[in-house]
């Protein structure tokens, strides 16, 4: 936990990692939190006293103990607001559809609703109680808008790639910008997993962060500050991945891969993950990213861009 006057930076345990994030506390005349993705012993005492939660975006990890908050106002963003409201949204949102069907949806939307998990070996991924946040909001934010909490002002700085709705924050008089997403120091790289996510819109919203007059940085997996030359200096090698990825992807479809082959190999997350659904479907969602850069080049060969433009799903999923 750190402070910069009355900002209080809860670490999210487990060092900050998915399925945890950083949190904010903005210990002012309106009391507000910032993503609930700290942890429940972080959070749950600072509930009884928050009258507002402001989620950066949707994720799972950014709203996780939004239930713990149960006086409070939820927000998000406006373009965020339909993944936040329920399972089916949420579900088509971050890319189960798409990639899995909805025969898929529906099966692990009837899951969640009977309170079991049906199938324990895929972790958090069946489990109900790490839905409860879904369906409760109640108010939302516009690009560029400015909150006052008091003796804070906050202006939101919307990001989209990472979501559709996806915001960064910017607080003036403490000349900190808390960067959500943009973590710089992740040893995997963007994250543009998301049926809404676009790698173009990521590259184009870290500018908007660059061009802030923010001194420091805090995102919402490293637990540190930045200062503005360190968080620049970083940013760079952190969007580097994307480029690097999509030189691997055309060096496979160089070599014949075909995009089942693309899919199985583990370019995103290592390999013995995709047997878990959602990291199977974020794996796909990426690489369909990447093609669709591609394709726009025509950087593709011609028989794989036909099976895109048909939208074939590459796992029919029946019993998943």
């Known amino acids: 936990m750190e402070t910069i006057k009355n900002l209080i ?31 429940q012993d972080n959070l749950e005492q600072l509930s009884k006293e928050v009258g507002l939660v402001i989620n950066s975006h949707y994720h799972l990890d950014h709203i996780r103990y939004n239930h713990l908050f149960l006086k409070a106002e939820i927000m998000v963003h406006q373009r965020d607001i339909h993944a936040l409201a329920s399972l089916t949204g949420f579900a088509k949102k971050y890319g189960a559809k798409l990639v899995l069907g909805s025969d898929w949806v529906e099966n692990w939307e009837r899951g969640i609703a009977s309170q079991r998990n049906i199938h324990p070996e895929q972790g958090f991924v069946y489990e109900p109680d790490f839905y409860k946040p879904i369906g409760k909001v109640d108010g939302i934010y516009s690009n560029e808008e400015q909150f006052s909490f008091g003796y804070t002002k906050m202006d939101v700085i919307h990001t989209p790639g990472h979501s559709e709705g996806h915001c960064c924050f910017f607080f003036p008089k403490q000349g900190l910008c808390f960067a959500t997403d943009y973590n710089i120091g992740s040893e995997f790289g963007p994250w543009y997993g998301g049926d809404d996510s676009d790698i173009d819109e990521l590259l184009s919203s870290a500018q908007k962060l660059v061009d802030l007059d923010a001194k420091y940085y ?29 030189e691997k992807i055309t060096n496979l479809l160089d ?4 995009f089942i082959d693309l899919c199985n190999e583990g370019i995103f997350y290592k390999k013995k993950y995709l047997v878990l659904d959602w990291v199977l479907i974020w794996e796909v969602t990426m690489l369909i990213k990447h093609l669709q850069r591609l394709k726009k080049s025509e950087l593709i060969p011609k028989n794989l861009a036909t099976a895109m433009a048909a939208n074939m799903s590459p796992f029919p999923s029946p019993g998943r």
Request: aromatic share 16%.
């Open 218 to 246: 805090v995102n919402s997996h490293d637990q540190k500050f930045f200062t503005k030359d360190e968080f620049q200096k970083g940013l760079r090698g952190f969007l580097d991945w994307i480029d690097a990825r999509e």
């Open 255 to 258: 070599n014949g891969y075909s």
């Open 9 to 39: 930076i809860i670490w999210g345990d487990k060092s900050g990692r998915f399925p945890f994030s950083n949190s904010v506390f903005i210990a002012d005349k309106v009391k507000t939190v910032i993503d609930t993705g700290a942890g």
